[in-house]
């Protein structure tokens, strides 16, 4: 495909050619499949992380398709029966179901829970702790969103340590 710059007919500059430059091709984010570092095949979902921190550490060995300092995405392309494990974050994040069917848990249990079908999203604040999965039939697309300096740690069994999952 071509340079989307090479179909303007005046030369780009400034603030417009770094808009241009920051263009994200799916086709060209390869994905994290194993973000949680889990032995769990469970939870080995493939992971594309669009948009975050030059120095985050989140969705570990996986850098961003572009740099900013202000936001992250990372998209889940997630078959069914997979998703993430009970994990926390220190700032709000924004889950989107952009396609298929998801629960969002908040307990070991799976006991306060809630259901997204393709456009639906929660907003979870910082501090809640969170898991998700793929409980439709057919591979689905998830959205992460929330800023950089967001740090996520894996939630512990009751009476066991956390561990840092990135900043």
Known sequence: ?????????APLTGRIADAIA????????????NPM????????AAMY?????????????????VESSE????????????????HNHTQEELMF?????????FDENEEHKVFLEQWDSILVPAGVPRGWRN??????????LSGVHDRMSVEPPAGAAGTSCGS
């Open 1 to 9: 495909m071509a340079n989307p710059a090479s179909t303007l007919s």
């Open 22 to 33: 920051n263009v994200v091709r799916f086709r060209e984010v390869r994905p994290n499949w």
């Open 37 to 44: 570092r889990t032995d769990d095949p469970a939870y080995h």
């Open 71 to 86: 936001f992250r995405l990372a998209v889940g392309v997630v078959e069914p029966g997979k998703g993430q494990i009970l």
């Open 97 to 105: 179901a952009a396609s298929g069917s998801w629960m969002v848990y």
């Open 135 to 144: 409980v439709g039939t057919a591979t689905g697309c998830f959205l992460n």
């Open 49 to 65: 992380k669009y948009f975050d921190g030059a120095t985050s550490t989140f969705v570990k060995g996986t850098s961003p398709a």
